[in-house]
C-alpha cells in the first residue's frame, strides 16, 4: 500500500523515489510542459531535479512530491512546498507541474490547496507564496484558485535568461485557517 504525505478525494501524494525516472521524464522533458524554464530537461537534468527533490525531502522535511491518480495509479505530476528566496528572505512555496495529458482538469488547484493547507497545519508557516513566471497564465490561475493574491515582481535568472516573475501568496488567516 502507498504512503501518502498528502491524500485529496482524487489524488495521493507521495515522496518521489528513484522508480519515478521514467515517470518525470515524460513530463520534464515534454517541451510545451517546460514552456515557462525555456527548455525541456535532458536526461541528466531530470536526474538531478529527482536528486534534488530527493534531498529537499532529507534536509527540510518536504519537496515536490509525486502525484497519483488515485483511480487507475497514474503519475500524473509532481506538486509540493520548496524553500525558495523572495525579497531576501526564504519562503515556503506551493509549486506544481503536471502532464500535460492532465491539464484543465482542476488537479493543479486540488494539489496545491492541499499543500497550501499542509503548509499552515503541519509546518506551521503564517504565509504561502506561489513565484511564477508572468508568461505563466495557467499557473497564475492556479494561485488565485488557492486564494493567493500578486504581491510583487521580480526576476530571475535561469538557463542564460532573465525571467519576470510575480510572487502570489496568501496568509493563514486569508486562507481561513487562523
Partial sequence: MTEWVLETERL???K??????ADL????????VMYAYEHALSDEEVQKWLDNQLGRYDRDGFGLWAVILKEGGSFIGQCGLTM????????VEVGYLFARAYWHRGYATEAARA?????F??????????????TNEASK????????VPRGEFSKHYHGIDMPHIAYSVTRAEAGLV
Fill in 115 to 119: 499543500c497550501r493547507d499542509y503548509a
Fill in 25 to 32: 521524464c515524460a513530463i520534464l522533458q515534454d517541451e510545451q
Fill in 141 to 148: 490561475r492556479v494561485a488565485v484558485r488557492n486564494g493567493m
Fill in 16 to 21: 518521489l523515489a528513484e522508480g519515478d525516472f
Fill in 12 to 14: 495521493g501524494l507521495r
Fill in 84 to 91: 525558495q528566496e523572495y525579497g531576501g528572505e526564504r519562503v
Fill in 121 to 134: 497545519a503541519e509546518l506551521g508557516v503564517n504565509e504561502v507564496f506561489s513565484l511564477i513566471r508572468t
